[in-house]
């Protein structure tokens, strides 16, 4: 499954860090990590959310990589606003197991400023 996600510069350092190959785990006050289904919605929280948060150094960048289809199976859909704001709830304590069926690399397909 192709799936996106929207990130912020200091997390685009973090996942850089470890040559685009894992999602850094999440804060304490992070209880999931949520990618997103579609190149549509994540430029909405890229550009909308991140270009306006001091965290994110008022930048935002979609990521867009692939998962094991079969392990990626045993997450529900949600949506969450519009019929395209789809995404997964990974629990934080998952990210680590999740990170070992991403193929190839995490690629940067948009840049918000």
């Avoid at 510069?9 to 850094?24: A, G, K, M, Q, V």
């Avoid at 965290?55 to 392990?71: A, P």
């Avoid at 990170?99 to 690399?105: E, R, S």
């Amino acid at each position: 499954m192709i799936l996106f996600r929207p990130v912020g510069n200091t997390e685009l350092d973090l996942i850089e860090i470890n040559n685009y190959s894992t999602f850094p785990p999440r804060l304490p006050d992070q209880p999931f990590f949520y990618p997103v289904l579609n190149l549509r919605y994540a430029e909405e929280i890229a550009q909308r959310w991140n270009t306006k948060d001091i965290h994110s150094q008022y930048k935002g960048f979609v990521l867009k990589f692939e998962v094991d289809d079969v392990y990626i199976s045993k997450f529900k859909i949600q949506t969450v606003g519009k019929s395209y704001h789809q995404e997964l709830w990974i629990p934080a304590e998952e990210l680590e197991n999740f990170n070992k069926y991403i193929k190839g690399k995490i690629e940067v397909v948009k840049i918000f400023e």
